[in-house]
């Protein structure tokens, strides 16, 4: 069975902890590459910066085909914009902040539901806050920007994410 991981920089291949290139040697403790060496058929389409729109939009071709597939998928910060977004100047919008801090918010917020709706036997988590009221995500608080390893978390940190998915894969869909 595929195992398809997405999400943002939490699950994506990690190039650089805090602008410090990484080496494979602390690449190989991360979550996601322990549950890619435990497991033979895992995709990491999961990508630094981008928010649950770009999200959705990776998961777009796994659509109707959730029953041949797992999917591990964590949120992005509700309030980030779109990675071409982030270009452009508030000022060149013509409108006020308030009024695009609502409208990133409101389109990441959808992309989340969304996904939820069609990835509905998914793992969903995120580090952010925002998302305590939506049911099936599982939200966790670490230790943000202190991490020296891959993907803002701690050795302990990625070992509690690997256990916790590991056991999601193994009881929910009966892989042993």
Known sequence: MKIILAGDSFTGLAQTSKGVPISAAMTKHTWHHKIKEKYINVLNIGKGGINNVEILNKLEPFWNKTDKAIFIINFSHLYRPK????????????????????????????ACKKIIKN???????????????????????????QAIFPNHLSMEEHNFMFLTIDNYIRINNGIN
């Open 119 to 145: 990835f509905e036997n998914g793992f969903f988590w995120t580090p952010f806050s925002g998302y305590e009221k939506i049911k099936n995500i599982n939200s966790y608080k670490f230790n943000k920007g």
């Open 83 to 110: 990675s071409s977004m982030r270009i452009m100047k508030i000022k060149e919008l013509k409108i006020s902040k308030e009024i695009t801090d609502f409208l990133i918010y409101k389109n990441n917020l959808n």
